[in-house]
């Protein structure tokens, strides 16, 4: 329940800080997201309790390094691409990681389990396939060597793996420790981003439009909000069971960005893709299940 309703809340924080990047930078939708985000598990940590030790929250940092940079790279994709792709590219390629790193940890995962895992990555491809058409429209003239490095599901499936570091070293982070290691990972995130805002304004000189108006800086602050609950539900889950089962449970988060997405823009998938989301729901399914 935990790492279900740790999905919950990432896909609504997905969608509605995709909608901000939407109207101005990812790095701007972050400036608000994250720090309010510090904020909430901060209080959520002094509430709860637990030892605020060194080396949990170095832990945290180190995994927060890793969810910034990750933070920054999916809302990029967000703004590149259609969320009911990006959204699921990311989660998928999150999801392998740590069930990687379980099983070298002696987690013991079933025939099923691992066909689910082979199905996920089977998904990422299909999922990932842009009709050619719609590439040279995005960026007419523009050389394709030089649109793959930016373009949507490539840097939803880097983001991907940047959480799946994320979610392998909050889950190490270790018990006892309360949730001070998520404030550590909170910090993480606005050292990234923070570092990511000082190279953007050196080498453009702009970091893009402000978000403004009332609605807009409500989303971000509740996406901000929605994403630091997130984290804590993840880690609650991963300290009472196997990191493999909670950050594939977790990972089931890309339905709800997809579903928002078809309400409020209309997006539509192409027939490989749908197929491609068909593979990843029996896989997600297979991996549940085992």
Known sequence: MLALGAALAYGV????GGAVARRSTALRALVWCVPVGLLVVLASALVTGGSAAPAPIAVGFGAGIAGGAGLITFYRALAR???SVVAPVSALAAAVLPVGVGLLRGERLDAAVLLGVLLCLVAIGLVSMEDATDREAAAPGTPRWRRLPDSGPLMAGLSG??????????????DGAGLWPVVGARLGNIAVIGAALLV?????GDIGPPVSGRVMIGLALLSGTLDAGANGLYFLAVQHGMLSLAAVLTSL???VTVLLARAAYSERLRGVQRVGMAVA?????????G
């Open 81 to 83: 691409g259609p969320m």
């Open 13 to 16: 924080a997905d969608f509605l």
């Open 161 to 174: 793996i940047l959480f799946g570091v994320f979610f392998v070293l909050l889950g190490t982070a270790g």
């Open 253 to 255: 988060y890309p339905a």
């Open 200 to 204: 953007t304004a050196r080498l453009r």
């Open 281 to 289: 729901v029996a896989g997600v399914a297979l991996v549940t299940v």
